[in-house]
């Protein structure tokens, strides 16, 4: 008996606290009669096995990581235009079938940042925190160390991500069950400093979000193309990544790892956007008769949140003299050419044939009133760059 408490005694020092938690609650407490007995943190059941103790946390399911609605809808309006079974064959393979897909890491735990990382990587957010973007789609391009499979390019991580913070520090699992993307904001650990003179504009603190100033970078797809192939031998002219369907390859135009451009999100502030898709479809089969291909059929972004977070930011001409960041690209500044290319759009970084989802775009109107260069604007400007000699560099404190 003293040798059993031992062993007991020992397992409970080499497991998480969430494992512990766990052992001594009787199997029938989880693995009760009926459905759930043998997948009692099944969706199918929500999760009743869990939820006796967990209350309410089944509605996680509910919400955009069970439901995946705004994919489906889009979905809906672009490639299912084409082809009705699109989402089945290139969309259905991920988002949770239980709470094991979380907490199932060998004993039940708290989700580490690579279980997360399971599902929230490649072009969403989640990969960006420990410093991964997306290669580009030739095969040629997926070399070096692989995560799940995938090849990356090694970026910048978040400075939280450095620091040894998890994803549930600011995911809260109350925060997902309720269908909100966050438990915290940054200004809930963060006081904005005033000796960092960005800061002591008042219009800075109101209208904008700490992230569009303190993302380092973000991955952005500009042209995303889904190439049909009803022969599959037609798929040996293109070296290109194998994705979920037999049917269909995946490329894009342009894949880009610099600082975001900016739009106005849900709540009215100004906040990193991305392309979430320019999409484009082509059926090989059709387009190798003449017939039509690279059909745009959706030219969405969202306002979201990089978690790319530095204490640096952008000087003042990185936002007040830059209109391609804010989808006014003019003319001159060109360097694609898309019409000519037969894209159907004048340029990705003008908001003409474009949309947000999920906000807005910054008109022209207030993009000038923005920019202009007047004396408080130029009084901040040399307050700025007398910093670069100081070496001012910490922006908040916790």
């Known amino acids: 008996m003293r040798w059993m408490i031992l062993v007991i005694a020992g397992f409970c020092l080499t497991t998480s606290p969430a494992e512990a938690a766990h052992i001594g609650i009787p199997c029938s407490s989880c693995h009760r009669h009926g459905g759930s007995a043998s997948n009692p943190a099944s969706r199918v059941n929500r999760a009743s096995g869990c939820t006796v103790c967990h209350r309410g946390h089944e509605r996680v399911f509910d919400h955009a990581m069970g439901q995946r609605i705004g994919e489906k809808e889009f979905v809906q309006r672009s490639y299912a235009r084409f082809d009705s079974g699109f989402w089945d064959k290139n969309c259905n393979s991920c988002h949770l079938k239980g709470c094991l897909d979380c907490h199932g890491d060998g004993w039940l735990a708290k989700p580490s940042v690579a279980a997360c990382q399971r599902c929230h990587n490649g072009y969403f957010t989640g990969w960006d925190y420990a410093g991964r973007a997306p290669r ?139 392309p979430m898709f320019i999409a484009y479809y082509t059926d090989v089969m059709t387009a190798r008769n003449n017939g039509p291909e690279n059909t745009l059929l959706a030219a ?40 000519k290319d037969g894209m159907g759009l004048e340029s990705f970084w003008l908001q003409q044939g474009q949309r947000m989802s999920n906000g807005s775009f910054m008109d022209t109107a207030r993009y000038l009133r923005m920019s202009s260069k007047t004396p408080a604007y130029t009084k901040a400007y040399v307050a700025k760059w007398k910093t670069f000699l100081n070496r001012v560099e910490n922006s908040s404190r916790p």
């Open 136 to 274: 580009e789609d030739n095969m040629r391009y997926q070399r070096g160390i692989a995560v799940n499979g995938a090849t990356f390019l090694k970026m910048l991580p978040d400075v939280h991500y450095s620091a040894g913070m998890t994803c549930g520090a600011c995911h809260s699992m109350a925060s997902l069950a309720k269908g909100e993307k966050s438990s915290k904001g940054c200004r809930d650990c963060h006081i904005p400093s005033l000796k960092v003179p960005e800061h002591r504009i008042s219009a800075h603190l109101q209208r904008l979000e700490c992230y569009a100033c303190h993302s380092a970078w973000a991955p952005q797809e500009y042209g995303t193309f889904f190439l049909r192939f009803r022969d599959p031998a037609m798929k040996e002219d293109f070296y290109l990544k194998p994705g979920p369907s037999a049917e269909y390859l995946r490329s894009a135009y342009l894949k880009k790892q610099d600082v975001p451009p900016l739009g106005i999100n849900a709540a009215g502030r100004i906040s990193p956007i991305r």
């Open 300 to 339: 969405e972004w969202r306002a979201y949140f990089p978690h790319t977070v530095q204490r640096g930011t952008v000087t003042c001409e990185g936002c007040h003299d830059n209109p391609t960041r804010f989808l006014l690209e003019p003319e001159a500044r060109r360097i694609y050419n898309l019409e």
